[in-house]
């Protein structure tokens, strides 16, 4: 890598236990800026005497006049919400390397409420792979389908819950795409319910010396994939046992966290350990580029 290019050590995912540097990460934002009625209707003056209904009319032009200016300057300006998102969608595509490894994957995640029948969870970071490229870290199948959005860096990190049992990696795949990509692989996602296929199911990230050192391609129990249409960027987990069990019949975390879920990885909670940690993990994303979007445990 060039020098002049080069990030600073704190936020080099070869090293996880490097300080955080606070003021680092760009400060955007994904949300899109509430939108205003443009259609406000006068309130009927028929029931008021003259001197009262020509007041309100008064005051509705001057109002309209104010409203109006504003706009026109708003254009003049060119100030665009537009070019606000778009901002906010480019900046999101370079925090693998501006933001601090420990912001994006902390070492400790707390789920209140995001285990079955609403209890808590904490899982421990456990291991974190050097940032990569996507060569060999999908199975081909999965590869070919998030081919058409690139990949820019892909950034993982693998957990294990509490009691040290269950194991899960957690993906950010940094896209090269633009929005419309990104929406356009949502709405397949989504459409085919690619999220659903086994033959589709995320490789796990497995370190040596660690309780994940088992957990390879046989052991995935449960997934979930989200294809985030405001960033580009992807983001997965999947979990399995720690023990290195091998898994006949893995299911979506979707299906695994359905009431009445009888499978081996429902039973266990698995679905709410991938589905748990991936939630987590895009707010942790969120929070870093300056959004208050988060989604329900």
Known sequence: MDTATAPHPALSWAAPTAPTASGNAPRVSFGQPEGYDGLARPRSLGGRGRPQAT?????????????TGAVTGSWLAGDSGDDGAHSAFTAAGDLWHSVPVDQLFPPTVRGHGAGPGGADRTWTRVAVAPDSDCAGA???LLAK???PVGC?????ATYADATRSHVTTVGLLFAKADAAAMTALAGRFEKEDLGRRTDLMPLPYAAEDSVAAGFGAPQR???TVSVLTDAPVVVYAVSGWADGRTVDEPEPAEE???TGATSAPAQAGLGHEAQGLADRVERALRKNVGTPTEHPS
Do not use: H, I, N, T
């Open 138 to 140: 999908f199975d081909p």
């Open 221 to 223: 129990a449960s997934w």
């Open 256 to 258: 695994a966290m359905e």
């Open 55 to 67: 007041a309100a009319a008064v005051c509705l032009v001057l109002g309209l006049g104010l409203v």
């Open 152 to 156: 820019a860096r892909l950034v993982r």
């Open 145 to 147: 389908v998030l081919d």
